[in-house]
């Protein structure tokens, strides 16, 4: 029988050590663990890009959002400034004295021998600032409150029968005045004049006297 000797059996041998070298093996791991990372990062790039994108978008629709929402805020603020001085000249239509009326009234309960020679309106307000205060309730909003005198001149020239305190009596009887002067001591005179002879006619006499009407307060808020 024949006897073969394989003379590359030690040169297949090297190849094979060297095949299976743990340094050649730990290359190739580390090549590929890089390779990974590389594909790692350029995903992380890729989805970093596209997160950009998006919080762009969103920056765009929060900005047009954002807007709107401060055009409609300015619309309410001013709407709600409007309905409240809507509110407040209805109340001031609906509360203020119409002076007509006043006048209509006079007419009616003037007399010989009163003659009017003067009215005299004078209107003011008095305001209250606003109170703030951090305890519930406490707080309240600013107001203001009107106040009326009527000032009425006028000559008696039957002041010997004290016609002037008919003429009052009759003004604190009138329905108009009732609904508008106050409750208590709504009239009052603050001053007369000594006789005088009327230039026109100098037969007569007359006394001149002021009296003074006050109207109901009107607080507004």
Not at 17 to 42: N, T
Not at 49 to 75: C, M, P, V, W, Y
Not at 84 to 112: F, K, P, Y
Not at 151 to 176: L, S
């Amino acid at each position: 029988m024949p006897i073969r000797i394989n003379l590359l059996a030690e040169e297949q041998y090297l190849a094979e050590m060297r095949r299976r070298d743990p340094v050649k093996r730990a290359a190739w791991l580390g090549g590929f663990l890089a390779v990974l990372a590389l594909s790692w990062w350029g995903w992380l790039i890729f989805s970093k890009g596209l997160a950009n994108q998006s919080l762009e978008g969103h920056k765009t629709s929060f900005t047009r959002i954002e807007k709107s929402a401060k055009e409609i805020a300015d619309h309410q603020k001013r709407t709600g400034e409007i309905e409240r001085n809507i509110h407040a000249l209805h109340r001031m239509v609906t509360n203020r004295v119409l002076w007509s009326g006043c006048l209509h009234a006079l007419q009616e309960i003037t007399r010989d021998p009163i003659q009017v020679t003067r009215i005299q309106v004078n209107q003011g307000y008095t305001l209250q600032p606003a109170v703030l205060s951090k305890e519930r309730g406490k707080s309240k909003s600013a107001s203001s409150t009107e106040v009326i005198r009527l000032v009425v001149t006028a000559r008696d020239y039957g002041a010997a029968d004290q016609n002037y305190i008919k003429f009052k009596e009759r003004v604190e009887e009138h329905p108009w005045f009732k609904q508008h002067l106050v409750k208590e001591n709504a009239i009052t005179f603050k001053g007369f004049t000594d006789p005088t002879p009327d230039k026109d006619d100098p037969g007569r006499v007359f006394v001149t006297f002021t009296m003074e009407c006050a109207f109901t307060d009107q607080f507004r808020n």
